[in-house]
């Protein structure tokens, strides 16, 4: 089936007015040092409601104090960061499109610098490659995240989710993808506990499950969206050794919790993965009824056609 990108879209009782989504964009322009967005914030997303996005995902939107990487990122973990972003949902709604908060951890992607004095927070005590995103520093050699801080973080995604719903916003992304703290677990590369959170596949992916279930109790299932990459920011050459097993495991776990919407991302739509005959977006569709965006220097000739089900059985 080939649908109109302009006929709206229903995800249970969300309801979008068109299938164009504005992906999620870093735009570094928030407070720096309270994490609050203002007027011209609320201007920005404003006026893409207006020239016609059903749905937008806001740029990564931190989830602690130890959640950022870079500049000017906002913040959604205390009182007057959410209050700020009701400026920015009430903008938005003017124009009946739909928005979600990028709910986003940077993990070992940060530098001292930048976290007031603290060392940036990862599975494992391993430095990525390469410089800090405008700070320009090599990054620092990260602290593991005890077992305590783990849950402690997983609570912070469930009160970050809790705020985004009262600031106004009609669901949330998880970002999981590109490198960043949950993908950092799902990694064998960066991921080299040897408890319940390292180790196996599915011990790697159990600080995203427990994520997800916590982020369920306070936001409804159809409307969060999961954000996955092979790709990785700080890791040019990385790629998935068994493409089919993670998708394969990713997908067990939104089908487990019912999730609906699933966002992969990668740089050029339908290009074919290192280790697979397969794009991303195939891959999923295959073991995937549910939205899938696309995403990835697509064509505005090709954006229609690309909304067809190609799943096979
Ligand atoms: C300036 C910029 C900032 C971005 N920031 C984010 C981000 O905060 N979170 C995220 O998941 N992706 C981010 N991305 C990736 C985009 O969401 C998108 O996947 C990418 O731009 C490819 O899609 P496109 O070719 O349609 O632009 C960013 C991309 C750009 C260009």
């Not at 207006?50 to 990122?73: D, P, Q, S």
Request: aromatic letters at 8%.
């Amino acid at each position: 089936m080939t649908c109109s990108i302009f006929y709206d879209y229903r995800i249970g009782n969300l309801k979008l007015d068109n299938r164009i989504v504005m992906a999620p964009m870093t735009r570094g322009f928030a407070d720096n040092h309270t994490g609050e967005v203002n007027y011209l914030i609320a201007d920005y997303y404003g006026k893409r409601a207006r020239y016609g996005a059903g749905l937008i995902i806001t740029e990564g939107v931190a989830i602690n104090e130890l959640a950022k990487g870079t500049y000017g990122i906002p913040g959604i973990y205390t009182h007057s960061q959410t209050l700020s972003w009701k400026k920015v949902t009430n903008e938005v709604h003017k124009y009946k499109t739909k928005i979600f908060a990028q709910l986003w951890h940077v993990g070992r992607l940060s530098h001292s610098e930048i976290l007031k004095g603290h060392i940036p927070v990862s599975p494992s005590p391993i430095a990525a490659k390469g410089l800090v995103h405008r700070l320009k520093q090599t990054f620092q050699t990260s602290k593991s995240l005890s077992k305590e801080e783990i849950y402690r973080t997983i609570d912070d995604y469930r009160e970050a989710a809790r705020n985004a719903m009262d600031a106004g916003f009609d669901g949330v992304e998880i970002h999981a993808a590109h490198g960043y703290l949950i993908d950092q677990f799902m990694s064998d590369k960066t991921n080299q506990r040897k408890d319940e959170f390292g180790g196996s596949l599915k011990n790697r992916l159990r600080f995203l499950d427990l994520i997800i279930k916590e982020v369920k109790k306070v936001v409804p299932k159809n409307r969060i969206s999961i954000r996955i990459s092979e790709k990785k920011d700080d890791d040019k050459d990385y790629v998935w050794e068994q493409p089919e097993e993670m998708v394969r495991a990713i997908t067990e776990i939104l089908t487990k919790h019912n999730i609906k919407i699933l966002h992969p991302s990668v740089d050029t739509y339908g290009s074919t993965l290192e280790n697979d005959k397969r794009s991303l977006h195939t891959l999923f569709r295959q073991r995937w009824d549910e939205t899938l965006i696309a995403v990835g220097n697509i064509p505005l000739t090709t954006g229609i056609s690309s909304l067809k089900k190609t799943r096979q059985t």
